[in-house]
């Protein structure tokens, strides 16, 4: 039984393999030859371990970025950190993690057949980290280890990754200019309040792709060079602001330190054009693979895919969204040092991914005002939360990192709150949850087809 929970967390913290089998599942389920299965699997899989790839040089560029600002405003506190906290929690939680995992992968997909909400969550460490909170949280809220914890905590969780992307797709069909991919990421509730924040307060004519460079700086529309050059400015100043002899002898291993960081600007960059090319290969193959499962297995049905999925679409958005993201979890910071709570120190990967984000979903219905203020609210929403998911999570001694996403955010907040009410509470609370989920989609026009969403 151990062997098979191992293989199982192995499997599906490896998306790459989980896509990849998706769509060679799709293509099979299409009658297509054998030679466009195989190559139709491998170019999925291989799509996904480019932008992957191209995600972790970005997150190793940031490592630098992340040690320099603390170390020149000379803070401690709590950084939020999925990943950090994932790990810790798996030594106790691993087995329930998986199995709530399983169940909410299942739960997932007889929604998808079931419900009018055809989302097929397929980014598998996502799903893994929501697994693991909620079996935190359960527990802690004292529903013990057993069946009854794994099948609510899979109901949970698979609702939730069901509900999410249906947040997001009316912007998504903005962004993408069609239907065929959903979000799936654990900063949709942020993204979908960005989107509206723009819609109300945005103005569409005015994108953040519609910058006009004067023709002597026209060479800043591409983005490679337009990246590496605002990344290099920003790593410069707050190398200058560190310090030489923290650079050369902390993080560049004697290397001087504007050489360093300016090498660090430009992995930066090299890292967004691997995503962009791993994004055009995942579009390329997985959507027409996925058409197969759509027809077969749940009709209509659209894979999520990871935030990375969207950054082509809107490069200047991403800086942007970066940028304001991470001020104003900077900002944030220094007011909890005022107030004397405990401070949540902006984590630089959280603000890029969800920060970038969310200015693309603003932006996609109000513009640059909508991309400004959809991740400035979206940072709000990463930067004051964690003060709040904390104390529920006191069973782990989680004092050095906590959740970072919005998903994990607002839902953990308000399955730790059931909790604290006992077991009968989050029992029926959860249950609700999913009923509440049937109800509406029984309500429901049947979605939108693309000329309707048009």
């Not at 970005?58 to 709590?78: D, E, S, T, Y």
């Not at 077969?296 to 970066?322: E, Q, R």
């Not at 940072?379 to 964690?386: D, K, R, T, V």
């Amino acid at each position: 039984m151990q062997a098979i929970i191992n293989f199982f967390v192995s499997l599906v913290q490896q998306p790459s393999l989980l896509v990849g089998l998706l769509a060679v599942l799709g293509l099979i389920l299409q009658k297509k030859k054998a030679t466009d299965v195989v190559q139709g699997g491998v170019k999925t899989f291989a799509g996904f371990l480019i932008l992957t790839g191209g995600a972790t040089i970005l997150q190793n560029a940031l490592v630098p970025f992340a040690k320099m600002f603390k170390f020149a405003l000379h803070v401690q506190g709590v950084v939020p950190s999925n990943e950090a906290v994932v790990a810790i929690a798996l030594v106790k939680y691993g087995s329930i993690t998986a199995l709530i995992m399983f169940v909410g992968m299942v739960v997932n997909i007889a929604l998808a057949r079931f419900t009018k909400f055809k989302y097929i969550f397929l980014t598998g460490q996502a799903m893994l980290y929501v697994s693991c909170l909620t079996a935190v949280i359960l527990v802690s809220a004292g529903l013990g280890t057993g069946w009854k914890t794994i099948i609510l905590g899979g109901l949970f969780e698979g609702t939730l990754l069901t509900v999410t992307p249906a947040l997001c797709q009316p912007f998504m069909r903005e962004i993408t200019h069609g239907d065929a991919v959903a979000m799936g990421h654990t900063g949709n509730i942020g993204y979908a309040i960005a989107g509206w924040i723009g819609k109300i307060f945005g103005n569409k004519k005015h994108s953040t792709e519609d910058i006009q460079f004067p023709k002597a700086l026209g060479f800043l529309r591409d983005s490679t060079v337009s990246i590496t050059l605002v990344m290099a400015i920003v790593y410069i100043c707050l190398a200058i602001a560190s310090g030489p002899h923290f650079v050369e002898t902390k993080l560049s291993a004697g290397t001087n330190f504007l050489v360093y960081v300016i090498v660090q600007a430009g992995t930066f960059a090299a890292g967004f054009a691997v995503v962009l090319q791993g994004v055009r290969m995942i579009l390329a193959e997985i959507v027409p693979a996925f058409q197969g499962i759509s027809k077969k297995l749940v009709p209509n049905s659209k894979p999520a895919l990871d935030v990375p999925i969207i950054f082509p679409y809107a490069p200047n958005a991403v800086l942007l969204g970066f940028f304001v993201s991470f001020i104003v979890g900077t900002l944030s910071m220094f007011v909890m040092i005022a107030m004397h709570t405990t401070v949540i120190i902006p984590g630089v990967v959280g603000h890029f991914f969800c920060g970038a984000a969310a200015a693309i979903y603003g932006n996609s219905k109000g513009g640059r005002r909508g991309a400004i203020l959809g991740a400035t609210v979206n940072s709000l929403l990463i930067s004051w939360l964690p003060l709040y998911i904390l104390p529920m999570l006191g069973s782990l001694k989680l004092a050095a990192s906590t959740f970072a996403d919005t998903d994990y955010l607002i839902p953990g907040i308000l399955l730790g709150k059931l909790g604290s009410f006992g077991n009968v509470a989050i029992t029926v609370g959860i249950l609700a949850f999913v009923v509440i989920v049937i109800l509406v989609s029984a309500m429901m026009k049947q979605p939108a087809t693309k000329a309707e969403a048009k």
